[in-house]
T-cell receptor, first 112, second 113 residues
Framework: GEDVEQSLFLSVREGDSSVINCTYT??????LYWYKQEPGAGLQLLTY?????DMKQDQRLTVLLNKKDKHLSLRIADTQTGDSAIYFC????????????FGAGTRLAVHP | DAGVIQSPRHEVTEMGQEVTLRCKPI?????LFWYRQTMMRGLELLIY????????DSGMPEDRFSAKMPNASFSTLKIQPSEPRDSAVYFC???????????FGPGTRLLVL
């Protein structure tokens, strides 16, 4: 089945760019997602990319997809303290509905 | 749009008690998911409903867990009897269709003593 892996922790300085990486195993994933979870809150959809795209940009967020290497990344430009959260990568697997398999999450800490 | 609504937000109970978690999906959404989040296992899909019908319950851990969706605007997840290892955050999510993006509720934080 699908397996999604992420590094667990990333620390950046305010104003710098953050890059969160993710690898997945199921090449049939139609969409790949990034969700953000703030302390005590649910998962908030940040962005997603269709599997036939290489890149998607949305304001400060840039998603890069390398299908050959099954590698997905999320770049946050000009990282702010409000970006501190856990970021989850998720792939969708085939089976008649959009079943998501989540990575363990990357905790992003932004310091002054 | 009110988003996905879950209640209660926090629940503390004693081992052996029945626990009922509730979810109201976004209006117009016809797919609903229940997830469990723990430190050890991350986010796990428990069950998926489409048009109020359970489609995939392969993630339900054991018979102590049951879920219902009596109508398009309400679902419950019940644990009876509860055990300490059930302590987790339980999320509900909904989508407009089978292949659409999932929107999550704020979760119910359950602690079983």
């Amino acid at each position: 089945g699908e397996d999604v892996e992420q590094s667990l922790f990333l620390s950046v300085r305010e104003g710098d760019s953050s890059v969160i990486n993710c690898t997945y195993t199921d090449s049939s994933s139609t969409y790949l997602y990034w969700y953000k979870q703030e302390p005590g809150a649910g998962l908030q959809l940040l962005t997603y990319i269709f599997s036939n795209m290489d890149m998607k940009q949305d304001q400060r967020l840039t998603v890069l997809l390398n299908k050959k290497d099954k590698h997905l990344s999320l770049r946050i430009a000009d990282t702010q303290t409000g970006d501190s959260a856990i970021y989850f990568c998720a792939g969708s697997i085939s089976g008649g509905y959009n079943k998501l398999i989540f990575g363990a999450g990357t905790r992003l800490a932004v310091h002054p | 749009d009110a988003g996905v609504i879950q209640s209660p937000r926090h629940e503390v109970t004693e081992m052996g008690q029945e626990v009922t978690l509730r979810c109201k999906p976004i209006s117009g959404h016809n797919s609903l998911f229940w997830y469990r989040q723990t430190m050890m296992r991350g986010l796990e899909l428990l069950i998926y409903f489409n048009n109020n019908v359970p489609i995939d319950d392969s993630g339900m851990p054991e018979d102590r867990f049951s879920a219902k969706m009596p109508n398009a605007s309400f679902s419950t997840l019940k644990i009876q009897p509860s055990e300490p290892r059930d302590s987790a955050v339980y999320f509900c999510a909904s989508t407009r269709g089978r292949q659409e993006t999932q929107y999550f509720g704020p979760g119910t934080r359950l602690l079983v003593l």
